[in-house]
């Protein structure tokens, strides 16, 4: 390193708040540090701002009906289509621009540009297929597809004729496909033969078709032929399953009118890790979901529709479908997607799409940034980078060497960092600096965004105040939340409401939504997130179950019981560690530990594979029987145990310990 770059190091490391750029100031969609209060005084109204990015089919006369919480309704009476709003609306003046920019995973492969005319031919033609093979409004039409532009073009069809979606990470298992297809009764799925990982195709038809045999009632199949050859794997294909550029041919030229759906009707269904092993159906609904989606892509992300905007999620998770998808195209801008992995062929590969693209801000998470970080700066330093003017964080707290690691060798120090924390269930972000307004702490998401009323309170519910850790809430409702759990409104409260709510209680004062998130405070009212405080991981940003995971193990033979948690992990943040007891008669060999990693994969997906597995003759358990988490956890992290007292048996710790040590 020469003289100025240590010199530069040493002052960003003592540096502890960053002031937005001025440069990126003078052009920020949101700049003036008055809407904080602009929005409190004028709240639930403040929200028009975000439901006014749209078009409305019929205009809402009402913001919020709060009158039965926590089922809250919002621009109730509107009308709108999703599908209309991300494409029909910008034919005129971008029909000729480009609405998806696809960068496919092999090197030699052309990528794709869809204009939003071309986006909205094939939206259209799609959508008049699938009314043919029966679809409905309301019918859930699932879609189990990786980074290819036709999952995107699925969605919008499927919002155009009013028939919600549920996306499943195409990295997830047969069983997870099928668990889901059975909980919403989804007669459709749409998916492809296969897509490349590090070069090699990779069969995706024969996954998804294991899945279908575990689904409870009949399915029609779109699949879409990603590989070259539509037999690449030799697939026989029945005649509930259509192929996709068939249906598409046979649709040249169709329009379909987008139908008008209320804005409380579902746009889509989106299953996440809850604390039992069954995964919650988020409901997203079509005129809150897309206000908000679209009102934090113009005020954190700073889309405009001259830009090219990179997100690097995938949009099987909530990332993408609310910042790949929705606030993206609703926006008219042009939206990037990624096939294949950040580095195959090599690790340039972000930095030169971004490069090649003139990117102008790029939306990943502190996994890839860690990663990236490892790798070392010689990588971007490569690439001419200088087309970034904002880049952003999601999914997992970053620490704050990451941050200025992102600040300095990505954003040469010129561009903001919004590290935005939100959920699958809030729809879009809540807690995150405002780029054009907010100075910036590394390792702090900053305040809640304005209009959204976040804060850290203890057991009891009372604000804990600057400087201690609690609980993050959030005492108001926001348009972009979750409705309920699909079909389960009990579930709903219990999960989110009960906690810190008066749950018999019809004034919205009474109700307090909890993320199960940990925060601090500080004298700024900025909000440090700590991380999950109930029995969920969060593995490179994936929420994973440990029960998900706990019952898969035990599932496998010869399993006599499993206890998950998460170690620390320099990349993932989170890494699975397994403790499992043996079955009586059963010895701890390598082949049952590839058995249980194996049975992993099979019930979630390789995003769970079990960083170790480590066999015990026991659990450590309180008096009461509860297995103790943490000193498994403190275990996993070689960190010192603390007080073993409570245990039933004290003894079992050290045994672990050698045990987790010679992994
Ligand atoms: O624990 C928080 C963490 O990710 C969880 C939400 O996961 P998921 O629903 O899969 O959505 C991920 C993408 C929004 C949260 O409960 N999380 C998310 N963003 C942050 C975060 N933790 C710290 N800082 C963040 N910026």
């Known amino acids: ?60 006369t009402e913001v919020l009906d709060d009158s039965n919480p926590p089922f809250y309704e919002w621009f109730a009476d509107g009308e709108l289509n999703a599908s209309a709003n991300c494409l029909d609306r910008h034919l005129d003046d971008r029909g000729d ?66 028939a919600p979606h549920s996306v499943v990470f195409a990295g997830f298992s047969a069983d997870a496909l099928a668990t889901r297809m059975n909980a919403a009764d989804s007669e459709y799925l749409v998916t492809c033969d ?16 294991e899945g279908l045999a575990g689904v409870d009632h009949g399915t029609d199949t779109v699949v879409v032929d990603r590989l070259p050859n539509s037999d690449s794997f030799g697939h026989d294909r029945t005649d509930s399953q259509h192929s996709y550029a068939d249906l598409v041919a046979d649709h040249e030229g169709a329009t379909v009118k987008p139908v008008a759906r209320n804005a409380e009707d579902m746009l889509f269904l989106m299953y996440t890790s809850g604390t039992t092993g069954e995964p919650k159906g ?47 195209l609703a926006l008219g801008t042009t939206t990037m997607m990624y096939e294949g992995t950040r580095d195959y062929p090599d690790r340039n590969r972000l930095w030169e799409i971004i490069e090649a693209y ?41 620490n704050p060497r990451a941050w200025k690691w992102y600040y300095k060798h990505i954003g040469d120090e010129s561009c903001p960092i919004v590290d935005t924390w939100w959920q699958t269930e809030t729809g879009g972000m809540m807690v995150t600096t405002l780029p054009g307004v907010g100075e910036m702490k590394p390792g702090s998401a900053g305040p809640p965004l304005p209009g959204v009323s976040a804060d850290v309170v203890d057991v009891s519910g009372s604000p804990v105040g600057a400087g201690d850790a609690g609980y993050l809430v959030a005492n108001k409702p926001w ?68 029960m998900e995971l706990e019952s898969a193990i035990v599932g496998v033979e010869g399993v006599a019981e499993a206890a998950v948690v998460g170690g620390d992990h320099e990349i993932k943040g989170e890494a699975v560690y397994a403790y499992v007891i043996t079955e009586e008669g059963y010895e701890e060999t390598e082949g049952l530990r590839d058995r249980i990693i194996e049975g992993v994969e099979d019930a979630i ?11 015990t003759p026991e659990l450590p358990k309180t008096r009461s029987g509860k297995i103790m988490r943490r000193l498994l956890e403190d275990i996993a992290n070689g960190d010192d145990l603390g007080d073993t007292s409570t245990l039933r048996n004290p003894d079992v710790v050290t045994d672990i310990q050698s045990r987790a040590g010679g992994d």
């Open 479 to 546: 348009p972009g939340m979750l409705r309920t759990l699909y079909r389960n409104d009990e579930r709903f409260i219990d999960e989110y409401w009960r906690e810190y709510s008066q749950v018999d209680s019809d004034d919205s004062a009474d109700w307090v939504y909890f993320p199960e998130d940990g925060a601090k405070l500080d004298e700024d009212g900025y909000i440090t997130v700590l991380g999950r405080v109930d029995d969920v991981l969060n593995v490179s940003g994936h929420r994973l179950g440990t």
């Open 605 to 615: 997906g390789p995003i769970a594979r079990p960083e170790a597995v480590i066999f």
């Open 1 to 60: 390193m020469s003289d100025p770059d240590v010199e530069l190091e040493a002052r960003l490391a003592e540096q502890d708040s960053f002031e937005p750029p001025a440069d990126f100031v003078e052009q920020a969609n949101v700049s003036d540090p008055g809407i904080y209060e602009e929005f409190d005084d004028n709240w639930p109204d403040c929200w028009t701002r975000a439901a006014d990015l749209l078009d409305w089919a019929t205009e809402y």
């Open 282 to 328: 988020v409901k997203h609904t079509t005129g809150g979901y897309l206000s908000w989606a679209s009102w934090t892509s113009h005020a954190v992300l700073d889309i405009k529709p001259e830009d090219t905007y990179f997100c690097a999620a995938d949009i099987g998770w909530i990332t993408g479908h609310s910042y790949i998808v929705y606030g993206p």
């Open 97 to 162: 621009e480009a609405a998806i920019e696809w960068v496919g995973e092999p090197t030699d492969e052309a990528n794709r540009t869809y204009t939003y005319a071309e986006l909205h031919r094939e939206v259209n033609e799609f959508a008049a297929a699938l009314r043919d093979l029966g679809v409905e409004e309301d019918d859930v039409v699932t879609m189990y597809m990786p980074m290819i532009p036709e999952l995107p073009v699925a969605m919008l069809a499927c919002a155009r004729i009013g």
């Open 194 to 209: 296969g897509y490349y990982r590090r070069g090699d195709p990779l069969d995706h038809l024969d996954k998804a078709n």
């Open 358 to 398: 003139e990117a102008n801000q790029l939306y990943t998470a502190p996994t890839a940034i860690r990663a990236f970080m490892k790798w070392g700066e010689e990588y971007p330093a490569d690439h001419d980078l200088s087309s970034l003017r904002l880049l952003g964080t999601v999914g997992e707290p970053i």
